[in-house]
């Protein structure tokens, strides 16, 4: 109920509503570091390896591929992730993405044993297609996978590529037309 | 008499204190204001264009910051270290406090609606509640004034208990979105009311130093072009200019005194940057620190009887009320795939839907008493943290359906009148202390079947709306016992020191003059008799200027 407020308050509905893997760090130990103004992606290397890195960019870029708009990875969401991590999560948050990612590996593991970030593109698109749809089923229990795509895509459409080219975005229109010729208005929302 | 400069003290700097000071120091009144929380300068910190994703935690809300990373609250929230409150068992009562200059009207929503003929006369329509010791008729001119002042889009629809504006007060309005379209067409359908919002933004430019809307920038972060109201950019900085305002922050008031005759003197309070109890005269006090903190205020004065001050009634305290407040959200096939276009607008609402069955409840079709009105919220709009968690599929289909399902969800938020109870009110805690010593508040909180039967009824008609636009509810819909918002959530508390027709059973006249206490004026929500379902803000401006007036007039006929 705070949460659908807060929404209200702000006016920025945005629907797609569901608690975010985001909004569990502050939760979790981060807001004491918030409130010190840190700005996030300031860190690195963090906590995640570079193994651990690689899995997440392999997989981000399958959620979110590059298309004529930016990938995941153009996007910079891998190091988004580190950045949260590293700086808000705390020591169980952080072991829980670890955990979780570990144990994502094997999941992702193709029937020829190859790791997930060794296939090619086409290869990982097959693996997730089956992994996501028996965990969006209900047919695999995985709530790490749930919260790492939702922090994916959070991340993505929040940078400036996921936002100004995939969504529309304009910093001031300057001013509300309220009945206009769409193809004059192409961009849909500004600070 | 004084050793002071100032002749008034005004305690908070929100609407209501803000608005008496602006009154007073144009009238020549010098007034001295204290502010519990800190000073804030909406010039040097307002982010307006900072993005999220360049925030801590990308921007999402956190204990410390409740609304999110770059909302204007810097200081206070639901939760403040070493201020607690207290809920009585089987309560609960969430308290927001803001805690900086200019207070909540740096970020609340801006709407700004006023309350009719039938808000002011409640009991006597369906013997409910209290009346207010005046009319709307009373009170109209002084809304015309306030409205132009601040600066008010809106327009006048004529409807029953939806009152119009004098001629030339309002500014005009945005035009409806496509989604508030959609809605409104909806709404005709079903025979429901939609009509522009009234919002405290203005959409002219007023020739005053403020700007008009940009059309950009999320309001609640603080409009530090003055084109969102805010005391800040207004109110503050025009009494500043007569020269005859002077503020101290981080004054933490906990008594007001009085002198020998009974009469107000001076407010003691905590200086919060050196922990010193320091005491200030005045020769009449104006009390507007929010209705719960003024009450709190009131109860550890006069200490000796802990009665309170200005208690002679005993209603300091009670009459507690909150908006009642409940939400359904909808997905809309028909606004999936739509082609885009800047939706920003003025942010927040351009439409609402005004109640619109006060012959039916008044002829008793309605098994709840009271209005709501529900407020809109659909539109493209910035993605934050929340956004497409429940995304389907991966890949381009991910991407796909991103596209297709943006600006396609829709919110329906009942704000309701509540009715006062018994069982609502404010105590001072007899046990806890917080971190200066005060006393804390114990809130007593519990809704009844009035509140309920009104939720459910705004349930039905938002789902109906919604089922009308060809949409699908995607919210949890609960019974009302849960769906309904808890006691302080919506931030529109009011009742605790409420106005009235006589000394016996109300704390003041209708200028917000205590009974007991000649010079004390209370002028904020405290005094409101009822909590009709419009939004609070603007009827705290009006009745405050109207207060601060008529100290002003009893300051010169020599009365005070």
Not at chain 2, 232 to 259: F, H, K, N, Q
Request: overall charge negative; charged content about 20%; aromatic content about 10%.
């Amino acid at each position: 109920m705070v949460h659908d407020l807060m929404l209200q308050r702000r006016q920025v509905f945005q629907g797609l509503l569901a608690l975010s893997a985001v909004g569990g760090l502050a939760a979790c130990g981060g807001a004491d570091k918030a409130a010190s103004g840190q700005i996030a992606g300031s860190v690195a290397p963090g906590v995640f390896t570079g193994e651990e890195m690689a899995l997440i960019s392999a997989v981000a870029q399958t959620i979110i591929p590059k298309t004529e708009t930016a990938g995941a990875v153009q996007a910079g969401v891998p190091e988004t992730l580190q950045s949260l991590a590293t700086d808000w999560g705390d020591t169980d948050f952080q072991q829980y993405w670890k955990t979780g990612l570990a144990a994502l590996g094997s999941a992702l593991t193709s029937e020829t044993g190859a790791a997930f970030t060794q296939l090619s593109p086409s290869e990982r698109e097959a693996v997730l297609s089956a992994f996501d749809a028996q965990v969006f089923s209900g047919e695999v229990d995985n709530g790490f996978y749930r919260d790492f795509k939702a922090t994916v895509v959070q991340a993505y459409y929040m940078s400036e590529p996921g936002a100004t080219e995939e969504l529309a975005y304009e910093p001031v229109p300057g001013e509300w037309i309220g009945c206009v010729p769409l193809s004059d208005f192409p961009k849909t929302w500004a600070t | 008499m004084t050793d002071h400069e100032h002749d008034v003290l005004v305690i908070g700097s929100g609407a209501g204190g803000s608005m008496a000071a602006y009154v007073l120091t144009k009238a020549g009144v010098k007034v001295h204001m204290l502010e519990a929380g800190r000073n804030y300068d909406p010039a040097a910190e307002t982010p307006m264009f900072s993005e999220n994703r360049d925030a801590p935690l990308l921007g999402t809300s956190t204990p410390d910051k409740d609304f999110g990373f770059y909302n204007a609250t810097i200081d206070g929230g639901w939760d403040i270290d070493g201020e607690p409150y207290s809920a009585a068992e089987g309560s609960e009562f969430k308290w927001w406090r803001t805690r900086m200059l200019g207070g909540r009207t740096n970020h609340w929503a801006r709407n700004s609606f006023r309350m009719g003929e039938y808000d002011f006369k409640p009991k006597s329509r369906d013997g409910l509640g209290f009346d207010w010791p005046i009319s709307y008729e009373e009170l109209a001119p002084w809304y015309d004034r306030t409205e132009k002042l601040i600066g008010v889009y809106g327009v006048n629809s004529g409807l029953s208990n939806h009152p119009d504006s004098g001629a030339g007060v309002l500014q005009p309005p945005p035009k409806a979105r496509v989604p508030e379209l959609f809605a409104a067409a909806a709404a005709a359908d079903i025979g429901i009311p939609c009509v522009p919002a009234r919002r405290a933004v203005l959409t002219r430019d007023p020739g005053d130093g403020r700007s008009p809307c940009f059309w950009a920038t999320d309001c609640g972060r603080g409009c530090n072009i003055g084109a969102a109201f805010q005391t800040t950019t207004s109110l503050l900085p025009w009494a500043r200019e007569t020269g005859r305002l002077s503020i101290t922050t981080d004054a933490m008031v906990y008594e007001i005194t009085t002198g020998e005759d009974g009469h107000a003197n001076g407010a003691r309070y905590i200086d919060k940057t050196t922990g010193e109890h320091r005491f200030i005269g005045a020769r009449a006090v104006v009390l507007a620190a929010s209705a719960a903190e003024s009450a709190r205020i009131l109860l550890n004065s006069n200490a000796k009887d802990r009665g309170g001050l200005a208690n002679s009634s005993g209603q300091i305290g009670r009459n507690l009320m909150d908006t009642v407040g409940s939400g359904i959200t909808g997905q809309i096939p028909g606004l999936e795939d739509r082609p885009r276009y800047n939706e920003d607008g003025a942010m927040g609402m351009h439409v609402y839907i005004p109640f619109w069955l006060y012959e039916e409840q008044a002829a008793g079709q309605l098994d709840f008493p009271r209005g709501y009105h529900l407020e809109i919220y659909s539109q493209f709009s910035a993605p934050g943290v929340g956004w497409g968690a429940g995304l389907d599929g991966y890949g381009r289909s991910a991407l796909e359906s991103a596209r297709r399902y943006y600006g396609s969800f829709i919110h329906f938020a009942q704000r309701g009148e509540m009715i006062p109870n018994e069982n609502c009110f404010a105590e001072i805690d007899a046990e806890q202390k917080d971190k200066f010593g005060i006393p804390v508040l114990k809130f007593h909180y519990k809704h009844t079947e009035h509140e309920y039967g009104q939720v459910a009824h705004a349930q039905q008609a938002s789902i109906e709306l919604i089922e009308r636009m060809g949409g699908r509810v995607v919210s949890d819909v609960k019974a009302p016992a849960d769906a309904i918002a808890a006691g302080g959530e919506i931030i529109h508390e009011i009742g605790t020191a409420r106005m009235g027709a006589s000394a016996a059973d109300s704390v003041t006249n209708s200028y917000g003059q205590t009974w007991d206490v000649p010079n004390l004026f209370i002028l904020d929500g405290a005094i409101f008799a009822s909590k009709a379902h419009k939004n609070p803000t603007l009827s705290i401006l009006t009745l405050a200027m109207r207060g601060a007036d008529h100290l002003v007039n009893e300051m010169k006929q020599g009365t005070l």
